[in-house]
């Protein structure tokens, strides 16, 4: 019923089909890793991490820092006295 002619067809029809479809899963594995790659991973603030006052631009570590919130943002601050003096300027 069927020639040699066919199966051997069938066959490549077959192979073509498999690499296309190795060749989705791979095309579609890189795309995920080009979309991740520009954000790295964020790990949670430490208390050592570094924060620069924005009065007297002195860097504190944020573990001893001055932490202020001002119009539901977070400053961080070297002392109460730069604090109140940055405090003073957004109001004034």
């Known amino acids: 019923m069927w020639g040699k002619e ?31 790659q520009g954000q790295p991973e964020r790990l949670p603030p ?19 820092a001055v932490t202020e919130d001002i119009g539901g943002q977070t400053y961080y601050f070297c002392s109460r006295l730069c604090a109140h003096k940055f405090q003073e300027k957004l109001a004034g």
Request: proline share 4%.
């Open 6 to 36: 066919a199966y051997t067809t069938m066959y490549r029809v077959l192979l073509i089909l498999g690499l296309l479809v190795i060749l989705y899963f791979l095309v579609r594995r890189a795309v995920r890793g080009l979309k991740g």
């Open 46 to 64: 430490s208390k050592d991490e570094m924060v620069q006052d924005p009065e007297c631009l002195v860097f504190v570590p944020r573990g001893v």
